[in-house]
């Protein structure tokens, strides 16, 4: 033996066994305890509507698509849910194409009164472009015509230099460079 009895002290076989069974002890109270309280809070559920038999248990038990003949009462009070019940499956259908109809026209109209708007938006900026290109028009036309006069106005000022040179005139200007 490589270690003294002494040294195993609390890890002994038996304190190891005691630490298990309280492990699986609180593991189990832990997976028994939220059954107990479902079975206390629906014996609370008064207020329940449905007067029917619809145990946790039973319904857990059930296989997937099965139809339980006690579930058969549940809601017979209430007259909207009887009312439901009772519609077959060409009413519910009917029931939900109309539904589709409607939401199809709200969404129809939502995008129709888009479209307005967005022709709306767009016959005010082409009236708008329309006014620019004109007012761009007009001050073409007049520099144009700034233009030309301009020229005009050069050729009658180099006629106007060129006579008064023959007549004598010197540029002072010229002078004194």
């Not at 060129?162 to 002072?172: I, N, V």
Request: net charge negative.
């Amino acid at each position: 033996m490589a270690y003294p009895s002494e040294h195993y002290g609390l890890c002994s076989n038996g304190a190891l066994r005691i630490v298990l069974a309280l492990v699986a002890t609180f593991l189990v109270g832990y997976i028994v305890k939220p059954q107990l309280y479902s079975r206390q809070s629906s014996s609370a559920q008064t207020s329940c509507p449905c007067d029917c038999d619809c145990s946790e248990e039973f319904a857990f038990s059930l296989p997937l698509g099965f139809v339980n003949s006690s579930y058969a009462d549940c809601g017979n009070h209430n007259p909207d849910v009887q009312e439901e019940m009772e519609k077959d499956i060409v009413a519910l259908l009917s029931e939900e194409i109309d539904l589709q109809k409607r939401v199809a026209n709200d969404s129809l109209e939502h995008t129709r009164t888009l479209v307005m708007d967005a022709r709306k938006a767009s016959l005010h900026y082409q009236k708008e472009a329309e006014k620019c290109n004109a007012q761009t028009e007009t001050c073409e036309g007049a520099r144009e015509r700034a233009e030309a006069e301009l020229v005009e106005e050069y050729k009658h000022s180099a006629l106007w230099e060129k006579r008064a040179r023959e007549l004598g005139w010197e540029d002072s200007s010229k002078m004194y460079t």
